[in-house]
């Protein structure tokens, strides 16, 4: 059963924030909230993950609502690089369950 | 970040042949591997769960018998095709799992790139 709802697709001007939605009405409060991205052909990479605060590390930003209901993954300044399918996935201590993702185009 | 290596990157065999694929984690100790499978515009599906000398978890409707995984060290777990047809043509992607953070019950799960086996 999938427990995030995700935009099938979005586009975003290169140099520009990339802001990725994520719905988790569902989550559990032992539950984390992980992004990861896979890139044409190669194994998904992981990306960032949080509990209930807002995260940032050297790729992206994720804004996690106060209700822990959604979040938004924020690349700040999107490179032709960026574009992949970018997952959302609630995890406890499970294996990771992949959905359908976001296609992200970035276009120049 | 942790380094996941699989080989081979791609694989071409015959119809009721078996094919072999390694997955190491390169700079930390994995108890826990993962194997998924991913067909053509779809997303990862989740195999097995292997742990550590221990047998594989499969999932449902992933036949444990044609699809053999051996966990025999902290860094190697091989997963073996038996019997390939070309209904098994697939990405098989393997993924490591390190140990919890202190103080927390995450962790994280570093994939590897992915093997493409072409079953002919």
């Known amino acids: 059963d999938a427990k995030t709802t995700q935009p099938t697709s979005m586009d975003c001007a290169e140099g520009r924030a990339a802001n990725l939605p994520c719905n988790h009405s569902?989550?559990?409060?032992?539950?984390?909230v992980y992004w990861y991205r896979q890139i044409h052909s190669q194994g998904p990479q992981y990306i960032i993950h949080g509990l209930k605060n807002n995260e940032t590390n050297e790729m992206a930003s994720l804004i996690i609502t106060e209700d822990r209901k959604s979040s938004t993954l924020i690349l700040p300044h999107a490179t032709l690089r960026d574009t992949a399918v970018y997952y959302c996935i609630v995890k406890g201590n499970t294996p990771l369950v992949f959905g359908k993702g976001t296609r992200l185009s970035v276009i120049a | 970040g942790a380094v996941v290596s699989q080989h081979p990157s791609w694989v071409i065999c015959k119809s009721g042949t078996s094919v072999k694929i390694e997955c190491r984690s390169l700079d930390f100790q994995a108890t826990t591997m993962f194997w998924y499978r991913q067909f053509p515009k779809q997303s990862l599906m989740l195999m097995a769960t292997s742990n550590e000398g221990s047998k594989a978890t499969y999932e449902q409707g992933v036949e444990k018998d044609k699809f053999l995984i051996n966990h025999a060290s902290l860094t190697l777990s091989t997963l073996t095709v038996t019997s390939a047809h070309p209904e098994d043509s697939s990405f098989y992607i393997c993924?490591?799992?390190?140990?919890?953070?202190?103080?927390?019950?995450?962790?994280?799960?570093?994939f590897g790139p992915g093997t493409r086996l072409t079953v002919t």
């Open positions: 993924s490591a799992r390190d140990r919890p953070k202190k103080g927390t019950g995450s962790y994280e799960q570093y």
């Open positions: 569902t989550i559990s409060g032992n539950e984390y």
